[in-house]
């Protein structure tokens, strides 16, 4: 059977998503975590439903919660005592900001291991800086509202969230390639990172 992957692609509408909501992360220790996500991320501490029968606390800040889940079974992971490499091309969460600069000071006042990178196409600037929280969860913090966010497909319902900032404005093309070739470039860069 021959199937045609644009028809088939057509013919599903996309679910009615709005935006990210939370990220769930096991921690060894909820009161660590929290601190970590209030002092160095500046998360709030927020009401978590009191029907729960875990140990969890919930934060929120920048439109996206964090909820912690304590999990005895991560002691088993020595990630305090043996760190993970710091890795670009690992799994991690990233959020953006207005100063990588200032990230960075603040990061070395408080002693953190980071490690920084500049992702460069067309003249187009993106900072980046990574580093763990106290489970190994990688986090970035980046500058990456410089990058213009253009579909790469014609028929793509990219619904923008204004953030505050004019950087993400984009013009459709007619046949998306322009966008595509630019898009794979930098794909190419952040990934090609060598730590």
């Known amino acids: 059977m021959i199937v045609d992957i644009e028809e088939v692609m057509s013919s599903y509408q996309a679910l009615p998503l709005l935006s990210l909501n939370h990220v769930s992360l096991l921690v060894r220790d909820v009161w660590n975590s929290v ?100 489970d190994g969860y990688m986090i970035e913090i980046c500058n990456c509202e410089n990058i213009p966010l253009l579909p790469i497909s014609s028929t793509c319902p990219l619904k923008l969230h204004n953030i505050g900032t004019s950087h993400n404005k984009f013009t459709a093309t007619s046949c998306g390639c322009e966008t595509a070739e630019m898009m794979e470039s930098l794909s190419k860069d952040m990934l090609n990172f060598s730590f």
């Open 35 to 134: 601190r970590f996500y209030e002092d160095v991320l500046g998360f709030c501490l927020v009401k978590r439903p009191s029907s729960f029968n875990f140990h969890g606390a919930w934060l929120y800040n920048y439109g996206v919660g964090i909820h912690l889940l304590e999990n005895v079974a991560m002691e088993d992971y020595d990630a305090i005592n043996e760190p993970r490499p710091i890795n670009p091309k690992d799994n991690h969460i990233s959020f953006q900001c207005t100063d990588v600069e200032v990230v960075k000071r603040r990061l070395e006042e408080m002693g953190m291991r980071y490690v920084s990178a500049v992702v460069e196409d067309n003249g187009i600037k993106v900072d980046q800086v990574f580093f763990h929280d106290p």
